[in-house]
């Protein structure tokens, strides 16, 4: 392992900034400080879904130092004063909070290592075992970081044969290809980066691919970064909405599968705004599950007010206090409230009427296309809808569905993670060196099981008995798509690497 393009001071290892995490886990923990700020505890699971690729003793080790160094992260004041600017839907409230915030892994996370054989030495491989727990609000920042240091460790003790060089050049190629075809593109790459050196190079050499690309007239672009860290620092757009967590969640709280989904939608609208963070997330218990919540009517108070003032109920010196017809009102069981105030003369816009796209992410995306064409096709929808491609891409893949989804009247945006930040090749061999698969995920809220379906039954996550219930109550119809194994999605390391 080399570190050459990282300058000759290299770069911090591990997680220095509160920032070096994904923006939508900053807008779900504001959606979660209005709504259950103090009376919801979690947990969250660690999978690794490419078990063959387990850690030693010594990676084990550093990742246990590097997680006890999370207590030392807060936020900095140009970072406080660097989302006032640029993340304008962040409430005060919730601002104030973090400015405030620290984690505490001492408390909230238990991490333990099991050999596969035990002799003590740093070589020793094994199984890593990893929990979170705590209430929501405190808890629900440390996946990104997690994964990554994760990731970091794997690659810096276990699989060694690789270097940084060639990588800004790499991620220039891509950036190239991708907006001389048209494609409005992403990096979403933190969560299974190879490190931060790596990411670092990778937005480098966008940035270098986006100003050429301009100067070339190409048509494509690169939108941002889901980062917010590396977003401030390269003065690029931070990216980002929401994640399967808050679906997840209300889910588990309210035991209320057959709602969930538009309570989730409801209080999502009702923390930020019409129009703002808009782009849904379709696949937490199934695309056909969500579509049923996407066409119901939006009450008048959800859309009566947008941005800053959706958030006055949250302003309130006990977070909890909660008026009629008020969205700060969660008590159990979480149902929307009926509106004191629609108009008969108005018909009230849906979800999928008022949210100007959706994302995708997992199945099949060409089906997904068909799916979503005809549904807003049958709620007569003509405005032109985005959808953001974000499972598993690669440049030939974002030709691909552009191509699909624009023939079938969508914008197509795409955010690309793992094919940026850990696309290398063997040093010894030059094969590719294969990414870890790994997830964190919500796994219980207020006691109960949290799951996620999603439209593939490779990405089904959660207690298996409670996965098996809820498909029966939705009358989910079982998904798998051929190119959904999690196992080898991004290779076995016996074939060439793609470089672009």
Not at 23 to 41: E, G
Not at 214 to 222: A, D, I, R, V
Not at 449 to 463: M, W
Request: charged letters at 25%; hydrophobic letters at 35%; aromatic letters at 10%.
């Amino acid at each position: 392992m080399a570190n050459q393009e990282c300058g000759a001071d290299g770069l911090p290892e591990g997680i220095f900034s509160l920032l070096d995490t994904d923006l939508y886990k900053l807008t779900m923990q504001c959606a979660v400080l209005k709504y259950f700020p103090d009376r919801l505890d979690v947990t969250y699971a660690f999978t690794n879904r490419t078990p063959h690729m387990k850690l030693n003793r010594a990676a084990y080790s550093w990742l246990e130092a590097q997680i006890a160094k999370l207590a030392n992260i807060s936020l900095s004041s140009d970072e406080l004063n660097y989302l006032k600017r640029t993340c304008t839907y962040l409430n005060n409230p919730y601002l104030r909070f973090l400015n405030s915030f620290r984690l505490k892994p001492s408390e909230e996370i238990d991490i333990q290592f099991e050999p596969d054989t035990n002799t003590d030495c740093p070589d020793d491989s094994g199984d890593v075992h990893l929990t979170v727990k705590g209430l929501w609000v405190d808890t629900i920042l440390y996946e990104i970081p997690l994964l990554a240091l994760t990731s970091e460790a794997y690659f810096r003790f276990c699989d060694t044969d690789w270097k940084h060089d060639g990588q800004e050049q790499r991620a220039f190629t891509k950036g190239i290809k991708l907006q001389e075809y048209g494609c409005l593109y992403s990096e979403f790459g933190t969560r299974r980066r190879r490190d931060y050196c790596t990411q670092d190079l990778v937005i480098q050499g966008l940035k270098r691919a986006g100003a050429k690309a301009t100067e070339k007239k190409h048509p494509g672009k690169l939108s941002g970064t889901s980062n917010v860290h590396f977003a401030m620092k390269h003065n690029l757009n931070p990216v980002g909405t929401v994640a399967h967590e808050w679906f997840m969640g209300i889910a588990a709280f309210t035991n209320d599968y057959e709602h969930a989904s538009e309570t989730a939608l409801r209080y999502w609208v009702g923390t930020f705004g019409e129009g703002v963070l808009g782009i849904a997330l379709t696949d937490t218990f199934g695309t056909p599950t969500f579509l049923r919540a996407f066409k119901q009517p939006m009450p008048s108070y959800t859309i009566a007010q947008g941005g800053a003032a959706t958030t006055q109920a949250s302003a309130a010196t006990t977070l909890t206090t909660a008026s009629f017809g008020s969205l700060a009102a969660t008590h159990p069981p979480l149902r929307a409230l009926e509106s004191s105030g629609d108009r008969d003369d108005v018909k009230p816009r849906t979800y999928a009427e008022v949210f100007p796209g959706i994302r995708q992410d997992s199945g099949n995306p060409t089906e997904f296309v068909k799916t979503m064409r005809g549904f807003y096709d049958s709620e007569g929808i003509k405005e032109r809808k985005t959808i953001v491609f974000s499972d598993s891409l690669n440049t030939e893949l974002c030709i691909e569905y552009k191509q699909a989804a624009e023939e079938a009247g969508f914008q197509a945006t795409f955010g690309i993670g793992t094919f940026l930040t850990n696309d290398f090749t063997r040093a010894s061999d030059g094969h590719k060196s294969v990414p870890l698969n790994i997830v964190i995920k919500l796994s219980s809220a207020s006691g109960r099981p949290a799951i996620k379906i999603s439209d593939n039954i490779g990405k089904n996550t959660g207690d298996s008995q409670m996965v098996n219930e809820v498909k029966q109550r939705l009358g989910y119809v079982e998904k798998q798509w051929a190119g959904g194994d999690e196992s080898t999605r991004w290779g076995n390391g016996k074939e060439a690497s793609v470089q672009a």
